[in-house]
């Protein structure tokens, strides 16, 4: 059995993030809190439920995201192997010169 899944319009209980202002000023508190904020995935939280995303809407952003995710790990893998691989470039042994 699954637990329910929150309501999105319900405010979600969390504990407060506290930033100190030390002798390093402002801009270094407000750095850090933008930092804590985005590590806790709060700024990504807002963006999400700013606008309302049909569900298969949201399917087809989660498969395109998955798939962009894949080409670049199979890209990276291709660097690594030192293959340069890419569009246009391929001068490996099957390559015509």
Known sequence: MRAPLPNPSEAVTC???EVQVGDKGIERAIKHLKRRMAAEGILRELKRRRHYMKPSVKR?????????????????DEQQRGGGGGPGGSTGPGSML
Do not use: F, G, Q, T
């Open 60 to 76: 087809r952003k989660k498969m395109s995201e998955a798939a962009r995710r894949r080409r670049k790990r199979l890209r990276a």
């Open 15 to 17: 504990r407060p993030l």
